[in-house]
């Protein structure tokens, strides 16, 4: 550290706590440079000549002169493979046990001396030399991974690996995660290791708070998602392809994982979008399914400072005939920013605050840091260091950082009794009348004038008692502290679901709950990145997100906050959030003209409340997102394919929304088939793009020709909204009902449209045949 860092970090964080961050951080440099010694030198090593081949249920173990390789393939069609002896487990991605290995499918012999496994819906062909080729049933290659590359230190240690593969050069790439420049990913280095940029981003930032290593790749010829499970540092390396580049040959597309130690074992899941959701949630778990409370408009602030100013913020929503459902306290409620404390002068009567508000329909949620500040005598720490639940350095000290409230100590969420414990405490948060939590700062962070602002990778985790580093524990860290709190939840209050959603996780942690955008930075670009980590997020099993709508810093304009208002509006988590110098995100700090067309938005978003439980219900049970991309179900179109700027809400609703300043019209690609403009009624046929008006008091949104679609009337009670089919043509929908906040089943109702003698006839479809709707039905279109 020199001189130029001490006054940069003093200057960031002011005189104590800039110089405790710069002393936290040279003490993790140290520690790194005493436990992690220089690699040293390196022998490269790849799987050389094909050997013996041991044939197993659904695939088997091919042998090479400096490797082995194990290949399954599962009867619905999803494929492992793991170098070096890996195996499916262990792994925090997966739900549970992987999936049984189709017995149908052997290893057989391929031409020129390789190997394949045929299934059903697969092929995988391995090379004599250690290509692995995923083939569709009709034998056009998906995916080819080349040899991979191994250099391990001459001295002993963890191999850093590299895997080269190749698409089809008409492929985009999708996923990694939350990608602030995607949801399309273009030629370029993304970073895997989750990290607070230290401060608000926009789409040129890169690494985030999740990274995963999941890509889903679209192309002519199908659809497929790799995703290599390892938790460690690397990099992905994406070069699209080109169509007749060179002498009239394709170039195909490429990407290159490079990681920096653990195991190389990928699995990948084939098929169309909607399948390969499905197959990917099968293998890491269902999303939570929020309560229904979740799925309304929710208000959070960095400073709202007292209960007088809560009440003043629900008051002027609920002055205004402004729906409400959640309203979030952040940092500042507590003492002294210590978690599970709360300030007695600024809310003296927390439980009785929340009761009051519960009893207006507004549930609160409290946020909750991992970081536990070291304070002798403190509850929260001392029964920390009495379970052993802080992580330590190789001499066996605690891992000291530096956060919010100080100098602070990090619980190991790797170890089983460190989560069951940080559950418990969730025991208090309840008791203070929150129904949910929010987890920030759980990359973790440790503040940091140079270097990653995180933990030194010397740090020693317990890894479900594996014993390891914070280099294979980094990236999981946010992903088993959901998992602590919402296990936590669930068993102090087993009648309802949890409801918690985290700034940092990884692969499968939508079975704990959703994330959000982090500290996006206001500005018409942040307002582009937000709908890109939706999207993206979406494409990796993560349905229920949202950003911080206005943006996390500075002051947005009247018209940039509205617009980020209307894209909000039709995403899953509905959420204004800001920092406590960035102003307020109430609509009505932004005048009239913003709180009137910020009401016509609110009311689109209650009124169509039974479609978004709907969406979240769908998620649970198929995977499928409730914000998909518009190629969602023609992947084949190449124009769908790079729109980035619109989306489907389900599989009924296409959503465009205003991304530039100034704009009163815009341009729509249309998938095929015919839609209406919710506004006009105007029918456009698809696919083509057509253009359409965007004034400042709405943004296009359009509907499926057939769709059937669960809204409230007017007097808040369950319709069907029916949108009329092209002539020649059926359509319908699904609607699941609120069955409450608990874990009641719920029933999933199929409803199909027809056109007959010119009207639209709606009908429920049940297995023993149709009959009347028994729903009103409001018909538009026609």
Not at 324 to 342: A, K
Not at 366 to 377: F, H, Q, T, Y
Not at 629 to 658: I, N
Not at 734 to 755: C, F, H, K, M, N
């Amino acid at each position: 550290m020199d001189g130029r860092e001490l006054v940069r970090s003093v200057k960031a964080l002011g005189s104590v706590q800039g110089l405790r961050a710069a002393r936290s951080a040279w003490r993790q440099r140290r520690a790194d440079a005493r436990a992690l010694p220089p690699r040293g030198a390196e022998r490269a090593r790849v799987p050389g000549p094909m050997g013996e081949v041991e044939p197993l249920p659904g695939g088997g173990i091919i042998r090479f002169a400096r490797s082995e390789l194990r290949i399954s393939v599962s009867a619905g069609g999803t494929v492992f493979w793991g170098w070096d002896g890996a195996g499916p487990l262990p792994s925090y991605a997966l739900a549970g046990e992987p999936p049984e290995p189709d017995p149908r499918a052997v290893l057989e012999p391929d031409t020129e001396g390789g190997w394949r496994v045929v299934s059903e819906r697969v092929t995988v062909a391995v090379s004599r030399h250690g290509a692995v080729e995923v083939r569709t049933p009709g034998g056009v290659v998906l995916r080819r991974d080349l040899p991979p590359r191994w250099w391990e230190p001459v001295r002993g240690g963890t191999a850093r690996w590299v895997q080269r593969s190749e698409v089809a050069a008409d492929a985009r790439f999708f996923g990694l995660g939350g990608r602030a420049a995607g949801p399309r990913l273009r030629d370029g280095a993304y970073r895997l290791w989750n990290t607070d940029p230290s401060a608000s981003f926009s789409p040129g930032d890169d690494p985030l708070y999740i990274t995963m290593p999941v890509q889903l790749v679209v192309a002519d010829a199908g659809t497929h998602l790799a995703f290599h499970d390892n938790t460690w540092d690397g990099r992905v390396l994406l070069a699209e392809g080109e169509e007749g580049a060179g002498s009239g040959h394709d170039r195909a597309g490429t990407s290159e994982v490079r990681m920096e130690g653990g195991p190389l074992r990928c699995w990948v899941v084939v098929g169309t979008p909607a399948r390969v959701l499905h197959g990917w949630t099968a293998l890491t778990g269902a999303p939570a399914l929020p309560p229904s409370w979740a799925l309304g408009p929710q208000h959070a602030r960095w400073g709202f400072g007292s209960e007088r100013e809560v009440r003043r913020v629900v008051d002027g929503y609920r002055d205004r005939g402004l729906p409400l459902s959640v309203l979030h306290l952040d940092i500042d409620h507590y003492d002294g920013h210590r978690v599970f404390t709360v300030d007695r002068e600024r809310f003296p009567d927390l439980p009785g605050l929340a009761e009051e508000l519960r009893e207006r329909g507004v549930r609160l949620v409290s946020i909750v840091d991992p970081a536990v500040k070291a304070e002798p005598g403190s509850t929260v720490y001392e029964g920390g260091r009495a379970a052993g639940a802080f992580v330590r350095d190789d001499r066996g000290e605690e891992v000291r950082g530096v956060v919010w409230p100080g100098e602070c100590a990090y619980p190991d969420f790797t170890d089983p009794q460190t989560r069951k414990w940080w559950g418990g405490l969730y025991e208090e948060r309840l008791k203070q009348g929150f129904s949910g939590v929010w987890h920030d700062m759980n990359e973790p962070v440790s503040f940091a004038p140079f270097g990653d602002p995180t933990l030194p990778r010397s740090a020693r985790h317990c890894l479900e008692g594996r014993g390891g580093d914070h280099r294979e524990a980094h990236n999981v860290y946010g992903l088993t502290m959901a998992r602590a709190g919402y296990e936590g939840l669930r068993q102090l209050r087993p009648e309802e679901r949890p409801f918690l959603f985290s700034r940092s996780g990884w692969a499968g942690m939508q079975r704990y709950g959703g994330t959000w955008s982090g500290d996006v930075a206001t500005g018409w670009p942040g307002l582009r990145a937000s709908l890109a980590l939706v999207l993206g997020l979406g494409l990796c099993g993560v349905p229920y997100s949202g950003p911080d709508v206005g943006g996390f810093d500075g002051s947005p304009s009247p018209e940039l906050f509205l617009r980020w208002y209307q894209l909000g509006a039709w995403l899953p988590l509905f959420r204004t959030h800001a920092a406590i110098d960035a102003g307020r995100r109430e609509p009505w700090e932004f005048g009239a003209e913003v709180l009137e067309h910020a009401r016509t938005a609110l009311a689109e978003r209650e009124r169509l409340r039974p479609y978004f439980v709907t969406l979240s219900r769908l998620a649970r049970l198929t995977g499928a997102p409730y914000v998909r991309p518009v190629w969602w179900g023609t992947p084949q179109d190449r124009a769908l394919r790079d729109c980035e700027d619109a989306f489907l809400l389900g599989d009924s609703l296409l959503v465009a929304p205003v991304l530039s300043g100034g704009t009163d019209r815009r341009a729509v690609r249309l998938p095929r088939g015919r839609w209406y403009d919710t506004a006009t009624e105007r029918a456009y046929d698809g696919p083509g793009q057509v253009l359409l008006d965007a004034p400042l008091s709405r943004i296009p949104v359009l509907a499926r020709a057939g769709a059937v679609i669960p809204v409230r009337d007017e007097r808040d009670e369950l319709m069907l909204e029916a949108w009329a089919p092209a002539p020649g043509r059926t359509g319908g929908g699904l609607v699941v009902r609120d069955t409450g906040d608990g874990w009641e089943p719920a029933e999933i109702e199929r409803y199909q449209s027809r056109l007959v003698g010119g009207r639209v006839v709606v009908e429920r479809v049940r297995d023993e045949g149709v009959e009347e709707a028994g729903l009103p039905v409001r018909v538009r279109g026609l």
